[in-house]
Nanobody, 121 residues
């Protein structure tokens, strides 16, 4: 089973930066795709960024050019570098990871507990 531990959220001023981290721990054979969703109050959860095991990325249009997703496969960790933050980026950010318990098993998605990002002056 995969457990995800997030860190790096907090308060930033408009135009500022934050870096989120999410480490996968537990018993698993491998981690396929990883990524981040976010959910603002009153809004549906939305995809922010996705990265495959080979490093291919998919970034939401709303954050394209400002956010970057990366991963360290040796550490089973995914990162979200957020630059030029805007008040509308305020949300709870959730990481996910598609882990395989066995090499032949289908991947199962696990979610982090969520970390609050607040952008305000």
């Amino acid at each position: 089973q995969v457990q995800l531990v997030e860190s790096g959220g907090g308060l930033a001023q408009p135009g500022g930066s934050l870096r989120l981290s999410c480490a996968a721990t537990g018993s698993f054979s491998s981690i396929d795709a990883m990524g981040w969703h976010r959910q603002a109050p009153g809004n549906q959860r939305e995809l922010v960024a996705h990265i495959s095991s080979s490093g291919n990325t998919n970034i939401a249009d709303s954050v394209l050019g400002r956010f970057t997703i990366s991963r360290d496969n040796a550490k089973h960790t995914v990162y979200l570098q957020m630059n030029s933050l805007k008040p509308e980026d305020t949300a709870v950010y959730y990481c996910y990871a598609d882990g395989r318990l066995m090499a032949w098993a289908r991947p199962i998605r696990s979610w982090g507990q969520g970390t609050q990002v607040t952008v305000s002056s």
